[in-house]
DNA sequence: TCTGCATCTGACAACGTTGTCATGGAACAT
DNA sequence: ATGTTCCATGACAACGTTGTCAGATGCAGA
């Protein structure tokens, strides 16, 4: 009669093998075992052979962390990832387009989220240093990064993704927030509107404000006086930017189009115009794409990310410092598409002002 | 005349410090170092103080990995994930909710993407063990995990979300996918439909073929001939998902619902009903949310999985294992829920069957 | 004064690996 | 035969930490 193997009962507790195991089994130095399992030069092809064989014998598995310990120049293979949220999808985005460049290179990353928290962003930081990663791709909320200094100052590689950082000089990737949001503006003011309302996520996350000014910029270039634009912020979640929205829409002077500079921000300005049954005649374009949005009736315009090439690029440019690029820190900015849907070309109505 | 600081000109390289460094500055030995830094008893408070002032004054920070190195009961505070893909929303709020119920404990979450693929799935657990993680949690796509039983009985914790393993014991967190595919089932049926459709996802994957299934077993308990119903599977994305309900919808005898086994799939069905105008004609049920579901027209009726108690759950069985729970391997079901939004409510029309 | 005990402290080995370096043997040139 | 070079190999220290253990100190009780 045989037995189940069941790992909770029987033979569980066997130790994990070490070189040490393998070179004896293999009859070896341990020296030689290193050398094998790294692929490294100067061992006879009989003596690989057999090394080998004494590692899938016993199962042996490198450990990476230990190895890491010796010469200061080695490194963990790992990176720290510090997102606003590893649930959000343009977070994901550009996680995924991370991973798969560091891959190749047999770097594995860890990921945290930020949840737009100050606090949060120092422990988590504080977290991936113990771990002695070798770089740290960051999103931040914090007002300013020069606490980062003595650590950047130790050579740690650091890059920004989508934000940029305050009081210390390092890489940066981000998306072309004024320009994306001035992009809004020229769109609808040349579809007709003159009324217009910025919906905005938290004044201090730094690509808010930035699309806030670029909205505003492309307003006033157009010759048309900012004072006029409604503004409200804070909105940091679907049900206010819905109540700010539905309270806009029903005031005396309602705008004829609106730009949300974010995607729940933009999801309430969606909910709100069809509440009040203004979906098809109250312009809208949101900031950042989204799922479906041409699927939407009408179809949502958009200003869109690329989250994909933000995330890529990121990994570059933490690979070349991590492999000793001391050039002067830059920031990359990435593009922003003007995606037409039928939301952002709706024309303001005729009975509209009133 | 003061210099901006520049790491990548000038002070540069400085070298990390280690608890010697403290150690010295603070005129103690090592050891005593080690007690303060980790919250250890017997040091006089005065010590304490001047270690805790060296620590500071050095920017010190513990080396985990280092630490883990001592003593094999040692951890290294660090898991693995792996998900179908980092960048697939519904991995994302497991990641989430994982993360949360990890950072507590003070423990890192290495997360990487399987993308269906077995190679990844090795290559990737292989990464993982590499860097000795505490503990793996894992959807797999392999046909069988045994090669995971040497691991597992050197008591590396081990738990399954999403699907459950093959060829091993252990853990798993798995939402109800045969009695969620039913109850779709049974709610078209309940609408009057004879005429079903199931749309499904590649048919090695696991979560797939109990929807299948579920569906079916539904279908043929209410008393319904599972013959007649149309089946279309290895739909792997939208775009194929699009071309086999646009077929099946322009056959000779059109399904009057349709089930679809995942979200990629449920928008390209809805993308092929909306195509030939039979959104508001013909009946869709998708398994999993996602959002603006009910923004569609008209709003799309979902089986709902619950990622994020998924990902607590799991979290929660894996910091039991790693605490030495041995009970035996137990797989949790974390039911769905059918939200009804419309288009699960359409009946079959008069002229429908041609 | 001495003993016993508790408290605080640090020397030291060990964790699993890699860099350095020395050794030994074979192959080749003289 | 001798010297030189090259290759394969392993002994050993070191990486930064923690567990173990022993020493030092202080104090209460006999």
Redesign the interface.
């Given at each position: 009669m045989t037995t189940?193997?069941?790992?909770?009962?029987s033979?569980?507790?066997?130790?994990?093998p070490t070189m040490k195991n393998v070179a004896d089994l293999a009859g070896v130095g341990i020296k030689t075992v290193s050398r094998v399992v790294n692929d490294e030069p100067g061992v006879s092809e009989a003596t690989r052979q057999r090394v080998m064989r004494a590692t899938e014998q016993l199962?042996y598995?490198?450990?990476?962390?230990?190895g890491?310990?010796k010469r200061?120049g080695r490194k963990?293979?790992?990176i720290g990832l510090l997102l606003p949220?590893?649930?959000?999808?343009f977070?994901?985005?550009i996680?995924?387009a991370m991973?798969?460049a560091l891959?190749v290179r047999?770097i594995?990353?860890?990921?945290?989220?930020l949840d737009d928290d100050p606090d949060r962003e120092r422990k988590l930081i504080?977290?991936?240093?113990?771990?002695?990663v070798d770089g740290l791709v960051l999103t931040t909320i914090a007002k300013s990064q020069a606490y980062m200094?003595?650590?950047?100052?130790?050579?740690l590689p650091l890059v920004f993704v989508d934000r940029e950082p305050a009081g210390i000089?390092?890489d940066a990737v981000v998306t072309d927030n004024e320009i994306g949001a001035a992009k809004a503006a020229a769109h609808l003011i040349q579809h007709g509107h003159t009324r217009l309302a910025y919906l905005g996520d938290r004044t201090d996350i730094q690509t808010a404000g930035r699309r806030r000014t670029g909205f505003l910029d492309g307003v006033g270039k157009a010759g048309i006086s900012t004072s006029g634009v409604a503004v409200r912020e804070n909105l940091h979640d679907e049900e206010t930017a819905f109540r700010a929205a539905h309270e806009l829409l029903t005031s005396e002077n309602p705008p004829t189009a609106v730009f949300s500079s974010q995607n729940l921000v933009t999801?309430g300005a969606?909910?709100a115009l069809?509440a009040l049954g203004l979906h098809h005649k109250v312009a809208l374009i949101g900031f950042d794409d989204?799922?479906?949005a041409d699927?939407?009736?009408p179809g949502i315009t958009v200003i869109a990310q690329h989250p994909e090439r933000i995330g890529k690029l990121a990994a570059e440019r933490i690979l070349a410092r991590i492999d000793g690029d001391?050039?002067?820190?830059q920031t990359y900015v990435i593009p922003t598409e003007l995606i037409q849907r039928g939301s952002g070309e709706i024309r303001p109505q005729a009975d509209a002002g009133k």
């Open positions: 189940m193997s069941n790992r909770y009962q033979d569980s507790g066997r130790k994990r199962q598995q490198l450990d990476i962390t230990a890491s310990l200061s963990t293979q790992s949220s590893v649930s959000n999808p977070s994901g985005e996680h995924r991973e798969d891959a047999g594995a990353v860890f990921a945290a989220s504080s977290a991936f240093l113990g771990r002695r200094i003595p650590e950047h100052s130790r050579d000089e390092a999801f969606m909910r069809r989204f799922t479906l699927m939407m009736d001391e050039s002067p820190a």
